[in-house]
């Protein structure tokens, strides 16, 4: 079905052939848009140059254009029902999937969509001042294109939630609204997201990991047995690759001209001449990539077991698995701290599913290390960026009560505070940031710690005006 966008909330689900479900939508609508001017983007925009989804196909599925960003059209969108989808994992396997709830997974499956609804406007308050130290109308742009899409990304959950859960779903969904990152009293369900996006250097680094978390988190949903669920995610992850796409290139740009800043002075610390220094950028990976592991939840998960078991939620690429997607006789190893040494131990692979896609994000993670330390190859320069190990300065899982450092070393409490400012991003480090973070607006024009990109945006160059400020 066609995107409507004549209708009041744009969809191709056939939200009017639905007047009970269609009217309570249009109720939760004006607090959404309520939610958006308060804790949306703080800067002031005349319109900014957006996409905007026009079909869910492969072809063709984005227009681009000015839009006044409190006019942007929000709406329900998912991607194509197949005729003959079957279950693909799970006791269930082989088996249609359910364009129902099944009463016996209602919790389940209402509490899935709520965790990953509550992440998207998460996101989008955490950035809310960004614009106000945009690098360039190239950047603020993009950061916008994020905002409008992750508000979307939780009109897909509340619509989940509106039809398939009745009361206590639209309960379920006007609390996505009252909930604020890092409200002490009503904060967000996730630790992640509750924390401070205050610089332009620590956004790119969540839309690279943070944001790659999500990726994998929709992957799984996405091979759920709840059909609908599927499709939603499905569509998202199109729009979710932008975000990564702003998080990878951002740092590529910070890293290139760290470089250009380091053969120029003749010298690592280019703090002095308005760059960031790598060691700062390294210990921002550090903090990014271990906040973001925690995400996956505990390594051994029976709630991830069980979740598998009756179809719920399912592997990252569950149909390309070379196993008969069961896994009632498989074992993995997993890496924990035993007698202490970090070592690994056998356990059941049912019991180590969210390993298991951790250990997906992880691979994928490297990707992006690869591309920065080409761009430092190709300047000249030795040092080069690393991912440090995955029970660094964990919180959660079976590294939560243990102290390891990005080397892998596992020490005393004295021996990690000792060394807690080389390894994750101290005070004087954030403050250097804040200091650079000087908005540029001038259509071409780019702040001094980042090198400009090397393509704009559909086509257009980086000296097209992206953003009309109010």
């Known amino acids: 079905m066609a995107i409507n966008y004549g209708e009041k909330i744009p969809n191709n689900v056939d939200l009017a052939s639905d007047r009970k479900l269609q009217r309570a939508l249009e109720s939760w609508q004006p607090n959404f848009l309520n939610w958006w001017k308060t804790m949306g983007p703080a800067l002031p ?152 996006t205050p610089d332009w250097l620590s956004f790119f680094m969540f839309t690279y990991f943070t944001d790659r978390d999500g990726k994998y988190q929709l992957g799984t949903l996405k091979e759920s047995a709840f059909d609908p669920l599927s499709r939603t995610c499905e569509f998202m992850l199109k729009e979710e690759a932008h975000h990564m796409f702003v998080g990878t290139t951002g740092i590529d740009r910070v890293v290139a001209r760290t470089a250009e800043l380091t053969r120029e002075h003749d010298t690592e610390e280019v703090g002095p001449h308005g760059g960031i220094p790598l060691d700062v950028i390294q210990r921002y990976i550090n903090f990014h990539y271990s906040v973001s592991l925690d ?70 993670c490297q990707s992006g290390l690869k591309r920065w330390n080409r761009v430092l190859e190709k300047a000249g320069i030795d040092r080069r960026l690393t991912l440090p190990h995955i029970g660094f300065n964990r919180r959660v899982g079976l590294f939560a009560e243990h102290h390891i450092t990005p080397a892998g070393d596992l020490v005393g409490a004295d021996v990690w505070e000792a060394g807690h400012d080389r390894w994750l991003p101290s005070a004087a480090d954030k403050e250097h940031v804040r200091s650079l973070m000087r908005p540029v607006y001038e259509p071409g024009k780019i702040a001094g710690w980042i090198a400009p990109p090397s393509n704009g945006i559909n086509g257009k160059p980086f000296e097209y005006e992206y953003v009309h400020l109010a």
């Open 45 to 196: 925009t005349h319109d900014v140059y957006l996409r905007t989804a026009v079909d869910v196909g492969k072809e063709g599925w984005a227009q681009f254009g000015h839009v006044a960003m409190e006019e942007y059209r929000w709406g329900v969108f998912l991607a194509e029902r197949g005729d003959d989808r079957r279950i693909a994992f799970g006791e269930q396997k082989g088996e249609p999937v359910w364009q129902q709830v099944p009463g016996e997974y209602r919790a389940d499956l209402q509490r899935l969509i709520v965790i990953q609804g509550d992440t998207e406007p998460a996101s989008v308050e955490q950035q809310r001042r960004l614009g106000e130290t945009a690098p360039s109308l190239y950047d603020l742009r993009n950061l916008f294109q994020v905002n409008v899409e992750e508000g979307r990304h939780l009109w897909a959950m509340v619509y989940l939630l509106h039809a398939y859960f009745g009361r206590n779903g639209r309960e379920e969904a006007e609390a996505l609204l009252q909930r604020n990152s890092g409200d002490l009293d009503s904060p967000r369900i996730l630790g992640a997201f509750n924390e401070e």
């Open 295 to 364: 995400l996956f939840g505990s390594e051994q998960s029976t709630n991830a077991a069980n979740y598998f078991t009756a179809g719920l939620k399912g592997r990252w690429q569950e149909e390309r698995r070379r196993d008969d997607h069961q896994l009632t006789e498989d074992t993995t190893r997993i890496d924990l701290v035993r007698d202490g040494q970090v070592t690994t131990q056998e356990v059941p692979a049912l019991l180590a599913l969210n390993h298991d896609l951790q250990t997906e994000y992880v691979k994928d």
